[in-house]
């Protein structure tokens, strides 16, 4: 997970949301379930990484407007 989440520039914790389908936007990311441990082939990981960035270049995956993000309530 450390060597994915360097790939993407996240945080290892985001990249077991993304595995779990739990990030709106993008797809799950494929991974192996070994006991515990999870692990993403480098072929999958490459894959993924092209499908969500044509369909981000397509307008498939929007992201939320800024006044969006900022007018939602707030988790005390």
Same mark, same amino acid.
Do not use: F, Q
């Given at each position: 997970m450390a060597e994915v989440a360097l790939e993407l520039r996240c945080s290892k914790a985001h990249v077991y949301n993304v595995i779990a389908g739990k990030v709106d936007g993008v797809r799950a990311l494929p991974a192996i379930?070994?006991? $515990? $441990? /999870?692990?993403v082939r480098r072929e999958a990981l490459e894959?993924?990484?092209m @499908?969500? /960035? =044509? +369909?981000a270049a397509e307008g +498939? !995956? $929007?992201s939320p407007? !800024?006044? =969006? @993000?900022m007018s939602a309530p707030r988790n005390a």
């Amino acid at each position: 997970m450390a060597e994915v989440a360097l790939e993407l520039r996240c945080s290892k914790a985001h990249v077991y949301n993304v595995i779990a389908g739990k990030v709106d936007g993008v797809r799950a990311l494929p991974a192996i379930l070994m006991g $515990r $441990r /999870k692990l993403v082939r480098r072929e999958a990981l490459e894959h993924w990484m092209m @499908v969500n /960035k =044509t +369909a981000a270049a397509e307008g +498939a !995956i $929007r992201s939320p407007d !800024i006044e =969006t @993000v900022m007018s939602a309530p707030r988790n005390a």
